[in-house]
Structures are given as structure tokens and as C-alpha cells.
């Protein structure tokens, strides 16, 4: 039996005890709770345990669930899965962040599409730091250009980099996280538009704690708080 609540307390105690064996402790750390693959009851239970950022990958099944729990109305949505042009808009009205943008095209339709009743979408931007070919995100090397055209979009608050490194980090797992925090730092510091990014998306249930140590702000964990996925989606999204 999985148990939701005890694995939430033992998540944010791990994410306590490495935020103070990191540098700046004192910075803004967010339990991103990824529910793809999770029945709303879960998400209920979660809530429950103190969770209020909820990360889903695909589109149909995170419609479903923040119909289901608009009586939460502090639940904030954060959409980290792949993004099709055809889904742009129902992200836009429905999500509070979105962590994968990766080209201008779907940053473009996100602000476009933004309702105007609601504040600016935040967004990070998906950056392929280990440069994997399979992978979603854009090339550490078109990061910058990218950052300099969304922070221009109105509708849309640029907060920050997101990354999902390669599995097995030949020894230094730690080296992928760095060169996030880098590169972040070194946008705000040659660009003043850019001066308010704030955010690093980075660390999953196996690497929040090398992922905090580097910087982390927001990391995201499913499994080693709702055990495994019980929803089965296609791989696409
Ligand atoms: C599924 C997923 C996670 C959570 O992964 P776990 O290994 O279950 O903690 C985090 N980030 C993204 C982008 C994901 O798709």
C-alpha cells in the first residue's frame, strides 16, 4: 500500500535537509507533486499532506482532474509534459506555469491565447542540456536568443530554466544542474529584461537532493510520492 502522506513528509524533509547543506538556503523552494499517471483521489490525498503545486504531462488527463477539484481553488497547475500547437489553448486557460516551452512558435501561441481575465502564464524554458537527440528542449546554445524573444510576449512571465538531464551521468551527476545555474546566471547578468529569472526547474525523486545543492528552486517528484503510475497515457501526450 502506497502512503501518500508519509511519503510527502519524507520528500519535504529530504528537500529540508538539503536545502541547509546547500549555499543560499534561504532561497524560494518549491515540492513540484507530478500526478500524470495518478487518479484524483491521490491528488486529493496529496493536498491533504500540504501539496499545492501539481505538475501533469498530458493534456486530457489534467483537464479531467482540475475539473474535478475547482473546489481546491489554491491548487496552483503547472503543465511540464511535451506541447503540440493543437494544445496550446486549453494550456493557456487552464494552467498557472507551463515548464516546457522550447521553441517561439508554442511560446507565441501561449501568449496569444492567454485569457486577459487571467495574469500572465508563467514559463520556463526547457533547455536539452545533456544535448540528447531524442530529447525535448532547446540547445544550451539557442537558449539565449529564445529567453530574448518570450520575455518580450506580454501575456506571458518568464521565470526561469527547466531540464531533465540524462539518466546515468557518467559519475558527476551534479555537472548537468551546475551548467543550468550558470547559464541562468548568466543571462541576468548580460541581459537586464532578464533580470528577474528566478526559477530552476531541475531534480526528480532519484536527484532533488544534487539538484537543490546546485541550485534548484523548483523540483519536480511523482513517484516517490505517489508510488507508480496507475493511469496509462500514450507517449506523446
Ligand atoms: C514524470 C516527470 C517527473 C517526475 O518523475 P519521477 O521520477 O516519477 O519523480 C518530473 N518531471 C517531468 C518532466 C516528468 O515528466
Redesign the pocket.
Known amino acids: 500500500m502506497v502512503n501518500i502522506a508519509d511519503n510527502y513528509a519524507q520528500v519535504m524533509r529530504r528537500i529540508t535537509l538539503s536545502r541547509h547543506s546547500s549555499k543560499n538556503f534561504d532561497r524560494q523552494l518549491t515540492l513540484l507533486a507530478?500526478s500524470?499517471g495518478q487518479p484524483v483521489q491521490a491528488l486529493r490525498v496529496a493536498y491533504d499532506s500540504g501539496a499545492r503545486h501539481f505538475?501533469e504531462?498530458y493534456l486530457q488527463e489534467a483537464l479531467s482532474k482540475i475539473e474535478s477539484l475547482t473546489d481546491l481553488p489554491d491548487i496552483r497547475w503547472h503543465f511540464?509534459?511535451p506541447i503540440q500547437s493543437n494544445k496550446t489553448r486549453a494550456i493557456a486557460e487552464n494552467f498557472h506555469w507551463v515548464h516546457t516551452v522550447d521553441r517561439l512558435k508554442i511560446a507565441s501561441r501561449l501568449n496569444d491565447q492567454r485569457p486577459d481575465t487571467l495574469p500572465p502564464l508563467n514559463v520556463c524554458l526547457q533547455v536539452n542540456i545533456d544535448k540528447e537527440p531524442q530529447k525535448a528542449g532547446v540547445a544550451p546554445e539557442d537558449a539565449e536568443e529564445l529567453a530574448l524573444e518570450v520575455v518580450k510576449l506580454p501575456r506571458l512571465k518568464l521565470r526561469g530554466l527547466m531540464c531533465?538531464p540524462r539518466n546515468n551521468t557518467d559519475g558527476n551527476p551534479a555537472a548537468p544542474f551546475r551548467a543550468m545555474r550558470l547559464m541562468r546566471d548568466q543571462l541576468r547578468d548580460s541581459h537586464s529584461q532578464l533580470a528577474l529569472l528566478d526559477t530552476l526547474s531541475m531534480g526528480?525523486?532519484?536527484d532533488l537532493e544534487v539538484a537543490i545543492a546546485e541550485g534548484a528552486t523548483i523540483v519536480?517528484?511523482?513517484?516517490?510520492i505517489f508510488g507508480p503510475r496507475v493511469i496509462t497515457n500514450p507517449s506523446s501526450g
Open positions: 507530478v500524470k505538475g504531462n511540464v509534459g531533465i526528480m525523486s532519484a519536480r517528484v511523482g513517484t516517490d
